[in-house]
Structures are given as C-alpha cells and as structure tokens.
C-alpha cells in the first residue's frame, strides 16, 4: 500500500466504483483491459477489483493501468465467501481462505491490515450476511449500501439504515461483471488519489453514493445463474 504523500495535491472529489469483478472470479466476463476502458469512459478515478477469493485479478488490472492509464487507481480486494455469507476484504494480497467462519475471517483480515466492507450485507439473493453483521460491527471499515445488482430497492435501504444506525461509513458499487455495468453505482470521496488517504476518508465518513440498480432481467443476473449451476 502506497504511504502518505505529504503536501503535493489538494484533497478533490474522487469518483470510484469499489466492486467491480473480473474473469477470474469465474461468473464474470470482464477483463483488465475492459476496465481500463470503462473507467475511461465512465471518468472513474478509483476502481476497486474484488474478484471472489482471489487478488490475482487485481493485481493484473493494477499493474496494467499503471501502464495504459496512470491516473486510474486500482484497489486491490477480494470478496471473501465465509460460511455465513461474503465480506470485501481491500489492503492486502493474500489471498483469504473461503468458507471459514465470519468472525475468524474478519479477524484473520484485520491481523494482515485489511479494510473491511460489508457488500449488499441484507440481500439474501446473493450471499449477504444478514442479521450476522451486527456480530462483525467492530471490524467494519465501511457498509455497501448501494449495490446495482441488489434488484429489490429494500436491500439497499436496509443496509443503510444498518449503516446510519451504527454510525457506519457508507460506500456504493456496481458490483459488475459484465463491462457495461462498471461505474453503475458509485461512490464519490473527498480524498487525495492515494489508497491508504482514501480508506482514511471512508472512515471518516466523507463519502457519497449514488447510481442505479441494473434491474432484474439483465446478463449480471444470468451470469449468476450460470455460476450458480456450475458449483
């Protein structure tokens, strides 16, 4: 992780999608370069590569955008599977064991220096924790309380709720795996473009969702039926 940088740069409004998958999480269609691509387009400043319990493609996506689009800012995560449901795990490179028991893999993150989001926490479609997270409430970095591929508007606003109740840091995503979807949901934060001062900021609470869902009949649902079929 990048240090501090001291002076330089004033704090600006960063635009960042921090849940978007690439191929190697296995339900997904997008690619390094499809990224690149899209954060173009879609003037994201932070993407944030949470491919499902692996790092590999984060890394490979860092390392191309430092090449292809030096002002783009990779985040490198996984989105862990427990045996209570999925948790972001952003800040480190190794790659977490799935299907370890929420608490263990929360602290196991912790211990390593990780940053800890609780993504779509109250969808019960698609791994959410649910009532579970009240249990991981100290290790929690932040709350996804907008999330495009949480198809009921209930999700998002319960996961909110949950956020603001306990005085959470909120961030949004796309969640995508398909190209199209990147930079859906967002999270604008008022940070330097430095990745240890944007975990700074979540923290601090100076962030701002905003986006849309995908709705139901879309090829991210498809891609998760697909995925589901396999396993």
């Known amino acids: 992780m990048p240090k501090r940088r001291k002076g330089g740069r004033t704090t600006k409004v960063l635009k960042a999608d921090f849940h978007v998958h690439t191929a190697m999480s296995g339900d997904s269609d997008i690619s390094c370069h499809d990224i690149i691509r899209e954060a173009r387009l879609n003037y994201l400043d932070v993407v944030g590569v949470v491919d ?14 430092s090449r292809e689009m030096p002002g783009l800012l990779i985040l490198v995560g996984q989105e862990v599977k427990t045996e209570s449901g999925e948790i972001m795990v952003f800040g480190i490179e190794k790659d977490l064991p799935p299907d370890r028991p929420l608490l263990d893999t929360c602290k196991a993150a912790k ?7 609780a993504p779509h926490p109250f969808d019960f479609t698609r791994h959410g924790i649910g009532g579970r997270i009240s249990e991981i409430r100290g290790y929690l970095d932040a709350v996804e309380v907008l999330n495009s591929k949480s198809i009921w508007k209930r999700f998002n606003e319960k996961a ?10 909120m961030v949004g995503g796309s969640d995508a795996h398909f190209p199209q979807y990147i930079g ?8 330097r473009p430095y990745e240890d001062e944007i975990y700074s900021a979540i923290r601090d609470g100076r962030t701002l969702c905003s986006g849309k869902v995908s709705g139901i009949l879309n090829k991210n649902m498809v891609s998760r039926l697909k995925y589901l079929i396999r396993k």
Do not use: D, Q
């Open 52 to 65: 499902h319990n692996t790092t590999r493609g984060a890394i490979e996506t860092r390392e191309l955008a």
């Open 184 to 191: 859906m949901c967002y999270t604008l934060v008022g940070s």
């Open 111 to 117: 211990k390593l220096g990780g940053f800890i989001v």
């Open 160 to 169: 909110k709720e949950f956020a603001f109740e306990n005085r959470l840091p």
